[in-house]
């Protein structure tokens, strides 16, 4: 670290986030200030707020963590969309708001993240650039702190301020979404409640994975799901099962035809390749060295790689800090399709010189291949990429849209991130629908796979708990009633059936509709009495089913 300087005072356009009032260095005397110099476009600087979360749970008295946040892109410098990157992020320190860099100017700051350090009374101590710091700084502020608690000049008295939250509704910030191999399921990233949500594609939820850290990319593998744990460095799937760790904020996944996990690994530039039965993490494209570089697959210089998809060429990715859309070929090469540079970006629609993205994040091949779809994440477009030209598809109303994948009808299903929602988007039209998510089969209990011709009969074997309760024979419409629908109601014959039984378990028999695939959805709803009365035990069960 290089010697004491006095440090400037801080200034920015945007104004504060976090706190009531406007801070300065000159107020913050006797603390302890660390600097986080950073853009919420970032990777690395994203990882260097998770590291500070240790080191201001140790220092809470005596250190305050102030974000200086200093934009690449022309999207980060409007205040409310770093607003939302504040909350999305959930960071509790106050955050400077410095579009015109002015800040990161005083201090002759040339690369995100930069960490500055400032003793109380209001002297710099030194700078650090990247991530990893956290042992060397925890030190230095050890003995910052002693140094200025023995002289008398060290302040613990607490400032007020307003951490950043996720929002209460049912998704918050979602980032991926991804359609089943059956075309009947979606799986949600639902990023800020660290949560992947698996629905129907018209919004039924079946089930709500919990225990990850601000996950990202998913993808189905079977009945499980593929999560990118981007947060806690490793891609594992729904059933506990890790299939990569020690990563850097994996950030999507692709399966590949032997069945090797592609992952767009953004924390080191470059794309990695898992063996099927294999954790060993192997590179399938990049140095690890940032920048817009062409040529064979490990020579090839990638910038942030956050979304990958499958087309016949190879994998199609987008670098974010690029703006830039790639495929790493088949024969192993990385061709840039559209992109420039890690400084070129715009909304232009054209051709591979004159296109331009800025940011994209997500990345759909259609089901031949022939369209490419993106995320363009900072201009909160849907682009399409048709082999030889970039357009824009008529689509309004999004708001840094994280993600996207093809349904099996061809429409699109986005993560419409800062709106707190998926929606389904026609790419012909450009007519969207948010999808209305509904809960009521969430703790339902998945049973076993069934099949049938159409026009058949399926034993559906049904039961429900009656904790050691009675049935109540009194009941006039029976004690145990069975209701069996279709989703999509097609698969049934003659739309939801109802039985009335007199045991808790039993078998009902409705008659399989036309051919395709989805859910069997069974709910049983048992009358019982006991002490407490009669009181109805509703088990709801649900099924895949196909028709032929």
Not at 39 to 66: G, H, K, T
Not at 126 to 132: I, K
Not at 327 to 337: E, H, K
């Amino acid at each position: 670290m290089p010697a004491r300087a006095r440090a400037p005072e801080l200034s920015g356009d945007g104004g504060w986030i976090g706190v009531d009032r406007p801070l300065s260095l000159k107020a913050l005397r006797g603390k302890v200030v660390l600097l986080h110099f950073w853009a919420y476009s970032s990777v690395n600087c994203l990882r260097v707020i998770e590291e500070l979360r240790r080191i201001e749970r140790r220092f809470s008295e005596e250190l305050m963590v102030v974000g200086v946040h200093s934009p690449k892109f022309p999207r980060e410098a409007e205040h409310q969309s770093v607003e939302r990157a504040v909350r999305r992020h959930r960071i509790a320190h106050p955050v400077l708001d410095d579009p015109n860099l002015t800040t990161w100017e005083r201090y002759g700051i040339r690369a995100r993240p930069t960490l500055v350090l400032v003793d109380p009374k209001g002297y710099v101590v030194g700078a650090l650039t990247g991530e990893g710091h956290g042992r060397e700084l925890a030190k230095v502020i050890t003995e910052v702190v002693a140094s200025h608690e023995a002289r008398g000049t060290l302040a613990t008295e607490p400032i007020d301020l307003d951490p950043g939250m996720p929002p209460g509704g049912l998704l918050a910030f979602p980032g991926k979404v991804a359609v089943s191999g059956d075309g009947v399921r979606l799986a949600i990233a639902d990023t800020a409640h660290d949560q992947v949500l698996v629905c129907t594609t018209d919004g039924l939820v079946l089930e709500a994975h919990t225990g990850f850290v601000q996950p990202q990319g998913v993808r189905f593998d079977g009945e499980m799901v593929m999560v990118c744990d981007a947060g806690a460095n490793r891609v594992v799937r729904t059933d506990g099962v890790v299939l990569a760790d020690g990563m850097s904020s994996p950030w999507d996944v692709v399966v590949e035809d032997d069945g090797s996990l592609v992952i767009a690994e953004a924390g080191r530039q470059r794309l990695a390749r898992v063996r099927p039965g294999e954790q060993r993490v192997l590179l399938a494209a990049g140095t690890g060295e940032e920048g817009l570089e062409d040529g064979p697959a490990t020579q090839a210089l990638l910038a942030q790689p956050c979304g990958v998809s499958r087309t016949p060429e190879g994998i199609v990715f987008v670098d974010a800090a690029a703006s830039a859309l790639r495929v790493l070929t088949r024969s192993g090469d990385v061709v840039t399709l559209v992109g420039q540079g890690l400084f070129d970006w715009g909304v232009e629609d054209g051709g591979s010189d004159d296109a331009r993205l800025q940011h994209p994040l997500g990345v759909a091949a259609s089901g031949d291949g022939r369209h490419v779809y993106v995320a363009d994440t900072f201009n909160s477009l849907l682009r399409v990429w048709d082999g030889a030209t970039l357009r824009t598809l008529a689509v309004d109303g999004l708001d840094e849209p994280g993600g996207l994948d093809v349904m099996a009808d061809g429409r699109l299903v986005v993560a419409d991130t800062n709106h707190h929602r998926v929606v389904v988007v026609d790419p012909r039209t450009g007519e969207s629908q948010a999808l209305d998510l509904d809960e009521t089969w969430l703790m339902s209990t998945a049973g076993p796979a069934l099949s049938a011709a159409a026009g058949e009969s399926l034993g559906v074997p049904v039961s429900v708990d009656l904790a050691n309760e009675e049935l109540d024979p009194s009941d006039e419409e029976g004690p145990v009633r069975v209701t069996v629908q279709g989703h999509p109601a097609s698969l049934l014959s003659g739309g939801p059936s109802r039985w009335s039984l007199t045991a808790a378990e039993g078998r009902v028999e409705p008659r399989a509709g036309e051919p395709g695939a989805g859910l069997l959805l069974v709910e049983v709803v048992a009358t019982t009495h006991g002490t407490a009365g009669r009181v109805q035990r509703v088990r709801r069960f649900r099924h895949a089913l196909r028709v032929s």
